[in-house]
C-alpha cells in the first residue's frame, strides 16, 4: 500500500513563491506527479516527473514558473512554485502511479491535498 503525504501549502502574495512537498510510503518507483483544482473547477494536471527522476512534464499554465523534482532516497517529491498568480489558488494533489510513466486522473495513489492561496 502507498501513502502520500503532502506540506507546504499556505497564503501567499502575488508574485510569491512557495515548495510544496509529497512524502511517498510504501511502493517505491512510482511515477509521481501534481493536479490541483480550484473552487467550482475540476481537478487538472500541474506537473509529473518519471520514476527516475531524469523526465518532466508541465502545464503549459505553469511552464517557466514551477519546478518539479524528487528525491528518491527519501521517497520524497517537490513542486517549486514561483511567481505565483492568484489564479494558482486550488488545492494540490500529489498523484503517484505503479505503471504509467506519468500519473493521470485514473492513477491509484492520491494525497489528501494541501491549499494554496495566492493573494492579489
Known amino acids: 500500500q502507498v501513502q502520500l503525504v503532502e506540506s507546504g501549502g499556505g497564503l501567499v502574495q502575488a508574485g510569491g513563491s512557495l515548495r510544496l512537498s509529497c512524502a511517498a510510503s510504501?511502493?517505491?518507483?512510482?511515477?509521481m506527479g501534481w493536479f490541483r483544482q480550484a473552487p467550482g473547477k475540476e481537478r487538472e494536471f500541474v506537473a509529473a516527473?518519471?520514476?527516475?527522476?531524469?523526465?518532466?512534464y508541465y502545464a503549459d499554465s505553469v511552464k517557466g514558473r514551477f519546478t518539479i523534482s524528487r528525491d528518491n532516497a527519501k521517497n520524497t517529491m517537490y513542486l517549486q512554485m514561483n511567481s505565483l498568480k492568484p489564479e494558482d489558488t486550488a488545492v494540490y494533489y500529489c498523484a503517484a502511479d505503479r505503471w504509467r510513466r506519468i500519473p493521470t486522473m485514473t492513477s491509484d495513489y492520491w494525497g489528501q491535498g494541501t491549499q494554496v492561496t495566492v493573494s492579489s
Open positions: 510504501g511502493r517505491t518507483f512510482l511515477s
Open positions: 516527473i518519471t520514476s527516475s527522476g531524469f523526465t518532466t
